[in-house]
């Protein structure tokens, strides 16, 4: 096992590093967010706290949910192009995956770019590093010609890093709508700070999910064997085990409200009762009023046009928008354009 390098920890052997970036600043990190958002008016929760170790396999049992379509339905349609997009290189690449969690859709992927070139280089990039270490093993077992470089912090360490580290073509994947975590002016910011990361052969492959009726986005969002509910109060959990808080889940409910007009699935956790929470570690007693709300997600959906102003403003150009046979979810090929040059798209054998 490497020495500790550049603040993080290097966990190495032949096919397989794990470099964790600033994650000795995590706990700090949730310490600070946590007593800036919960003294904040409308209290909050920022939604990256979910993916602790129960948080992340809570989120894996959500993906199996009969409401939740999104994962199904992007699998599908990457079932169906996984191929067109390996043949759209040249070369052996490297795949780097933003939020990478199980890797359970990746596996598609890297299947069909195993099948095109005889070596590919994986770059998981996730701020759970026990879900990075979870899910190596069985893919080194499975695809004896890939090589596992995984990355543990946030993305923008992850994309200063990609920056400094690679100099095979990259496919970079962003899937499940995690995009929508992010409100529309920070996805264009995201996406263009990503965009200066990327040369003209790569390419960025975006799952996003779609504007649909209320209906099917309240209960995607609110299951009716409350998973989802218990991935929200796992939140509350956390900071009970990590900063010695005294929450009591059950004195707070769980809603999911499809905001039309935004396009946004607000999650929020509503106090049940007056009750003041003690936080120790942070030496802060929380006051809640009955009925007071604690945001803790947004879930923003897209249009068409919607999804081809992103590309526009942010120096892509949409190559290919892939849809499920339900039209409920989008993968979205995004192609690099020069700054002020037209777009060079793949055509056939270009
Ligand atoms: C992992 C952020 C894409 O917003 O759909 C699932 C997380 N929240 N159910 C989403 C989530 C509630 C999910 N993302």
């Not at 049992?61 to 169906?80: H, K």
């Not at 490297?94 to 359970?104: C, H, I």
């Not at 970079?172 to 996805?187: M, Q, Y």
């Not at 068409?304 to 339900?326: P, Q």
Request: with cysteine.
């Amino acid at each position: 096992m490497g020495g500790s390098q550049r603040q993080g920890r290097l966990l190495q052997d032949n096919r397989f590093s794990l470099f964790e970036l600033n994650t000795d600043r995590h706990l700090e990190s949730l310490a600070s967010e946590v007593r800036a958002g919960l003294t904040a008016t409308p209290k909050r929760i920022p939604c990256r706290f979910f993916y602790d170790e129960a948080g992340s396999q809570i989120f894996e049992e959500i993906c199996e949910l009969p409401e939740y379509y999104l994962t199904r339905a992007e699998s599908a349609i990457l079932r169906d192009r996984a191929q067109d997009v390996a043949q759209r290189f040249s070369l052996p690449i490297s795949l780097v995956e933003l939020g990478s969690g199980s890797s359970t859709k990746t596996r598609i992927l890297i299947e069909a770019l195993l099948r095109e070139y005889d070596s590919l280089s994986y770059i998981p990039i996730d701020i759970s590093p026990s879900a990075l270490e979870a899910s190596a093993p069985q893919l080194l077992d499975d695809y004896k010609h890939l090589e596992i470089r995984a990355i543990a912090g946030e993305y923008q360490d992850g994309l200063r890093w990609i920056r400094s580290e690679t100099q095979r073509p990259k496919l970079i994947l962003w899937l499940g709508s995690s995009i929508g975590n992010l409100d529309r002016p920070g996805a264009e910011s995201f996406v263009s700070n990503l965009r200066t990361g990327m040369n003209l052969e790569d390419r960025l492959l975006l799952g996003i999910d779609l504007r649909k009726d209320r209906e099917a986005l309240e209960s995607a969002y609110d299951d009716s064997s409350g998973v989802t509910a218990r991935f929200n109060r796992n939140l509350l959990m956390r900071i009970n085990r990590e900063l010695g808080g005294h929450f009591d889940p059950e004195a707070f409910d769980f809603q999911a409200t499809y905001d039309e007009v935004a396009g946004n699935v607000v999650s929020q956790l509503r106090s049940r009762r007056d009750q003041t929470v003690r936080i120790a570690n942070l030496d802060l007693d929380v006051a809640f009023e009955a009925g007071e709300m604690i945001h803790t997600e947004n879930s923003f959906k897209y249009s068409r046009a919607e999804i081809d102003a992103l590309a526009r403003c942010t120096g892509f150009a949409v190559e290919e928008h892939w849809l499920d046979a339900k039209n409920r979810f989008s993968v979205n090929l995004f192609a690099p354009i020069r700054p002020n040059g037209p777009p060079r798209l793949q055509t056939e054998g270009s």
